[in-house]
């Protein structure tokens, strides 16, 4: 598709007088399309052009090339401008100028050639312009795209180019932290639970991140500068994966095949609509492609709605929380889709709008995927009072057997076999409960973190979003004084000048800009590092259900355990730590952190249900002892009594109430410690809180073999 952008010798040339504001110019541009995709410069001059009717033109998808022509009466003392075209899709773009003697000069971009040979180091379309003062200059520019066309182009001073494109890339940036963040979360998750609507959610919002950098340029400049075929295809095949991931997302979360099966076999047909798409694009019927491409998403977006309201009718609470986050989604969809069909202007609230609906529906449905953790612990509560019931019933069977055995051994035995086969049936269903209650004791556990994670990535991130706007202001204020300063040049009162330079350094208070700015930066950057932290603790954390020995720094096993309790220690709660120089130790990682997991929980527990506090610690201390290290973790929590430390470790032993626990952490904590060959000691008093030490080999293999 080709698109030229021209302003004819007779209109009224576009007037530059400097100043501090971007000058958008595509409401001076004159239009011509060029049906035969043949015409060289010469021809076109003598061709028809329109003044085009929009600041931003939408030229649509068109196969066709399109001609543009502008003049340009530079009024300022600036000579050197930039000519910005923010669109960076466009697969061929050339502008020629004509010079004072009639020559023409031009130069040619886009998405055809490698990203080096663009000469500047952005994905934006920039070409130099150097117009002497009080001169006029006329241009033409060809424009060639498979994809949506649309035209904001800009022209100013290169510093206000830079400006703008900065404050795009510092929300850029925010916007794709969010999706990293919400991307590892949610893969920790899916390495926990092994639940695959977690990993193809994580997917999903890979691609939807890829397809706001595709269509923003990113991807071309940072991902595969050196193709210019996957540049200029990208467009198509990035959101062709995005919808897919997400149809395929929607059936696995919302279980459409039981609750909708209707809507499961509309989306069913939405995905091989998406296949289709394929067809055109490696036909090279680029154009054909891209309109599939945006009806697709256009229908998939309201496809998606139904759906989800079919499935909320049938008493779904997840679908409940999926309609309000794919609302919002489905907003910014219309808004995105509107605004290429030129129904909306080009603008910063249509420029933004997929940004902001994308991260929010990733924020909203990853809240969503939380709560069925929630729904995870209440079936496993169900689980655990079915397993009571099941034991009671064998219990009940066996005293009438005894009894009726004693009178009728003879005269039933065959009646006890049968009786007996029956017992064994319910002694397995008995061991398959109880194998289901220790998986459901690990979500339970995710379940309780999930809201601290979320609260702990969304407080950093908040922390960085709320410095932007101040940041903003004083750049503004900075960026007011150096233009004074840049008009002492043309001053012809420099004192006068200087003093009204002055006067302005104080009103805005330069020195106290200076504070704030490196104030405002220094939150960012603890803003970010806290939001690394959090990632490393959930990086470590995430060897959950690594099953093979490896050996590991046991230390971070203990500090990444601590870093996803943080949220649940409360602030009278002091960590002590009292590392000794250990090597690396061979053992399950994921079941170590298990182990840790379980221990701190029970100390926070039982510190939490004192009375009163005063000076409360955990302390944690390591040591070396012949061939094992020894790991202590003592707390001062209600402590227990001897009755009570020698159950501890039994299956189903709880001192909460009913419904609080399940009785299995410390069992599995036994049973993980045996399993590295290793031991476990408690020492605990009534008020005296309690001491775990751990004892485990440096090399399991040698004891396993």
């Known amino acids: 598709m080709s698109l030229l952008f021209t302003v004819t010798v007779t209109a009224q040339p576009i007037l530059y007088n400097g100043g501090k504001t971007l000058l958008q110019i595509g409401g001076n541009l004159e239009l011509y399309t060029d049906k035969t995709n043949t015409l060289e410069l010469a021809a076109v001059k003598q061709q028809p052009f329109k003044l085009s009717s929009q600041d931003v033109p939408n030229l649509q998808i068109t196969p066709y090339t399109q001609w543009a022509r502008f003049s340009v009466f530079n009024n300022s003392q600036q000579q050197h401008l930039i000519l910005e075209v923010e669109y960076p899709i466009i697969d061929d773009i050339t502008l020629y100028e004509i010079l004072p003697d009639g020559s023409t000069q031009s130069k040619r971009l886009g998405e055809f050639t490698s990203y080096k040979n663009r000469g500047y180091d952005h994905q934006n379309y920039q070409f130099e312009l150097n117009i002497p003062t009080g001169t006029t200059r006329e241009y033409y520019m060809k424009v060639k795209a498979g994809e949506q066309l649309q035209l904001p182009v800009y022209l100013s001073a290169p510093e206000l180019i830079s400006e703008k494109n900065n404050r795009r890339e510092l929300i850029f940036g925010i916007y794709i932290g969010v999706i990293f963040a919400m991307a590892f979360y949610n893969l920790f998750i899916y390495i926990s639970t092994r639940d695959n609507s977690y990993l193809i959610y994580v997917s999903y919002i890979i691609c939807v991140g890829l397809t706001q950098a595709t269509l923003q340029g990113y991807s071309f400049r940072f991902l595969y500068p050196d193709s210019p075929w996957l540049a200029m295809h990208a467009t198509v095949l990035v959101p062709i994966f995005n919808g897919l991931t997400a149809l395929f997302f929607i059936q696995k979360f919302l279980h459409t095949k039981q609750n909708f099966p209707l809507g499961h076999t509309l989306i069913n047909i939405g995905i091989w609509l998406y296949l289709l798409c394929f067809i055109p694009t490696f036909l090279d019927m680029y154009t054909y492609a891209q309109i599939l491409v945006q009806l697709d998403a256009f229908l998939a977006a309201v496809l998606a709605f139904v759906v989800g309201y079919g499935v909320s009718l049938k008493g779904v609470s997840a679908a409940r929380f999926f309609l309000v986050a794919w609302s919002i989604f489905l907003v910014s969809i219309f808004v995105f889709v509107l605004r290429n069909f030129n129904v909306l202007p080009y603008n910063n609230f249509t420029f933004y709008a997929l940004q902001i609906g994308s991260g929010l529906e990733v924020l909203l449905l990853s809240f969503a995927l939380a709560h069925k953790i929630n729904v995870f612990k209440a079936e496993k509560e169900h689980s655990q009072q079915l397993a009571l019931t099941i034991s009671l019933e064998n219990e009940r069977l066996v005293r009438e057997q005894n009894i009726i055995l004693e009178s009728k051994v003879k005269d039933r035995t065959e009646d006890l076999q049968a009786t007996n086969l029956e017992l064994n049936n319910a002694l397995n269903d008995l061991k398959d409960t109880q194998t289901r209650l220790v998986e459901k004791e690990k979500m339970a556990s995710l379940g309780q973190l999930t809201a601290g994670i979320a609260h702990e990535i969304n407080n950093p991130i908040n922390f960085v979003t709320s410095n932007i706007k101040p940041l903003k202001m004083d750049i503004a204020d900075l960026s007011e004084l150096l233009n004074r300063y840049d008009e002492l040049a043309t001053s012809t009162d420099i004192p006068k000048s200087l003093a009204g330079i002055e006067a302005f350094k104080k009103e805005i208070d ?196």
């Open 510 to 705: 330069i020195d106290y800009i200076h504070e704030e700015i490196s104030s405002l930066i220094k939150g960012i950057e603890d803003g970010a590092t806290r939001t690394a932290e959090i990632v490393k603790g959930l990086r470590t954390f995430s060897r959950l259900d690594e099953s093979e020995v490896k050996s590991i720094d046991i230390h971070e096993g203990l500090d990444s355990t601590l870093v996803l309790l943080r949220n649940a220690i409360p602030p009278y709660v002091n960590i002590v730590r009292d590392y000794s120089s250990l090597p690396k130790i061979e053992c399950y990682a994921g079941k170590m952190n298990q182990v840790f997991m379980n221990i701190f929980s029970n100390a926070l527990n039982a510190i939490i249900s004192k009375p009163t506090h005063h000076d409360e610690f955990i302390s944690i201390h390591t040591r070396q002892e012949n061939d094992n290290i020894v790991i202590t973790i003592k707390d001062t929590g209600i402590g227990m009594s001897q009755a009570v430390k020698e159950k501890i470790f039994d299956p189903f032993f709880t001192t909460k109430d009913v419904g609080e626990g399940t009785g299995l952490g410390l069992s599995i904590v036994f049973s993980i410690i045996e399993k590295h060959k290793g031991k476990i000691i408690v020492n605990s008093a009534p008020g005296e809180g309690a001491e775990f030490i751990i004892y485990l080999p440096f090399n399991i293999t040698t004891h396993l073999s």
